[in-house]
């Protein structure tokens, strides 16, 4: 399977954003999910995950009540949103596969990786 990720860009500090991953090749729907993000200079980040049927979901310490994760499988589609996003949060923002473990911030337990977006936000 291949994750592509869509709807990053250029926002203002405040600005709502929601980000994509759509599975190509084959399906996301049986597996859990998770977003991470990298700023430049910094180690990639772990910010969302979530299990197969959307039930459970799991959020980074330094970003928890702030993104909000969720899927819908009939569209083999993850999506990660913002309400109000801020400097801080410029990143590249990948989608992931969490395929071993049962730990969500683990970078180990993720064997495929989208390609990232770019997610820029002025203040």
């Known amino acids: 399977v291949k994750l592509v990720e869509s709807g990053g860009g250029l926002v203002q500090a405040g600005d709502p954003l929601k980000l994509s991953c759509i599975g190509s090749?084959?399906?996301?729907?049986?597996?859990?999910m998770g977003w991470w993000r990298q700023a430049a200079g910094k180690e990639r980040e772990f910010i969302a995950a979530i299990n197969l049927r959307g039930d459970r979901t799991w959020y980074g310490d330094a970003v928890k009540g702030r993104f909000t994760v969720s899927r819908d499988n009939r569209r083999n589609t993850v999506y990660l949103q913002n309400d109000n996003l801020q400097p801080d949060d410029t990143a590249v923002y990948y989608c992931?596969?969490?395929?071993?473990?049962?730990?969500?911030?683990?970078?180990?337990?993720?064997?495929?990786w989208g390609q990232g977006t770019q997610v820029t936000v002025s203040s």
């Open positions: 992931a596969r969490w395929a071993f473990g049962s730990e969500a911030p683990l970078i180990k337990n993720y064997d495929v």
């Open positions: 090749g084959g399906t996301i729907w049986d597996t859990p």
